[in-house]
């Protein structure tokens, strides 16, 4: 079984891969490791949707995936998700993509540019098909824009036209890719605080890293007997 783990930073995801055996080659824009039988290979996105779809594709076009894993930390628009839980996402809608009106974003498809359920979309967001039956993960709505939003105004906006459960800057992108490119995945996310005006000194980013960690090790654990991939399965 091989494994693309993306995150949009190397230092998401740095606790994780201390419980990894690296390979030989590393330093590229591709790091590789070992983990019982299955093959790693990790690619540092950067931030959004631009960066995250463009390296995705460009890693797609170089190996083909069992399974891609989208992770990294997120911010949470509900307190029924605490800091520090790790969730998984099975939704995402893209909060930045549209025409901005005196007070909402019209969406490209409530406009008439883009069709709603035209493939990969279904009701204009993007839902993945895709499961393990050993993740217990609470399953989450994600809602990715190009900005972390902390004002007052542009958080009730979110909440009411999308209704997210989290945010993140590259969930979508990695969403559309995979669809596209018929390849299973996860996104999976660590809350490192809440949405809200922006007070870093609530935010617990060291915290969500080390949980992160811990429940990839038990998606992996999960997987490491399964080298037919029989555990990924499709819920059209």
């Not at 390296?55 to 911010?75: E, H, R």
């Not at 542009?154 to 036209?161: C, D, G, L, V």
């Not at 996104?187 to 005006?197: F, G, K, L, T």
């Amino acid at each position: 079984m091989r494994i693309l783990f993306a995150s949009a930073t190397r230092f998401e995801l740095s606790p994780f891969f201390e419980n990894l055996k690296e390979v030989p080659g590393n330093g590229g824009s591709i790091f590789y490791y070992k983990w019982n039988g299955i093959d790693i290979d990790h690619i540092t996105t950067g931030l959004g949707t631009t960066f995250t779809a463009y390296s995705l594709v460009k890693a797609l076009q170089l190996c083909m995936y069992d399974l891609v894993i989208n992770a990294g930390i997120a911010g949470s628009f509900s307190e029924k998700i605490p800091i520090g839980t790790v969730v998984n996402v099975k939704s995402e809608q893209i909060g930045d993509f549209g025409i901005e009106k005196e007070d909402r974003i019209s969406t490209v498809f409530e406009s008439g540019f883009a069709d709603a359920n035209e493939f990969p979309f279904t009701n204009g967001q993007l839902i993945n098909p895709w499961s393990i039956d050993t993740i217990t993960l609470q399953n989450v709505k994600g809602f990715t824009s190009n900005i972390s939003h902390g004002t007052s105004q542009s958080i009730a906006r979110i909440r009411k036209e999308f209704d997210p459960d989290i945010e993140s800057m590259e969930g979508a992108a990695a969403f559309y890719v995979c669809l596209m490119e018929k390849v299973p995945f996860l996104e999976i996310r660590a809350i490192s605080n809440y949405v809200e005006v922006r007070d870093t000194n609530k935010w617990d980013i060291p915290g969500a890293i080390r949980n992160l960690a811990d429940e990839l090790l038990k998606i992996l654990t999960g997987l490491a007997d399964s080298a037919d991939c029989d555990q990924i399965k499709s819920n059209p």
